[in-house]
């Protein structure tokens, strides 16, 4: 019981200082949207290039 309360204190001392700086969370969310913003541009240019070939193939 003590030893569940001190790790809930520890835990509510560490938050509050992450929460007032830009925490390593916001840097992680961040790079992950611009990770998913570019794998997607990536696979609608690769989409786009599929299209293009198949639509030649049924052309000739």
Same mark, same amino acid.
């Given at each position: 019981? @003590? +030893?569940?309360? $001190? $790790?809930?204190?520890?835990?509510?001392? %560490? #938050?509050?200082?992450?929460? &007032? @700086?830009? @925490?390593?969370?916001?840097?992680?969310?961040?790079?992950?949207?611009? /990770? $998913? #913003?570019?794998? +997607? %541009? +990536? #696979? +609608?240019?690769?989409? &786009? &290039?599929?299209?293009?070939?198949?639509? %030649? #193939?049924? /052309? %000739?």
């Amino acid at each position: 019981m @003590s +030893i569940h309360t $001190a $790790a809930a204190l520890d835990v509510g001392n %560490r #938050f509050p200082t992450e929460m &007032q @700086s830009i @925490s390593f969370w916001d840097i992680s969310t961040i790079a992950v949207i611009l /990770l $998913a #913003f570019v794998l +997607i %541009r +990536i #696979f +609608i240019n690769f989409a &786009q &290039q599929l299209h293009r070939k198949w639509s %030649r #193939f049924e /052309l %000739r």
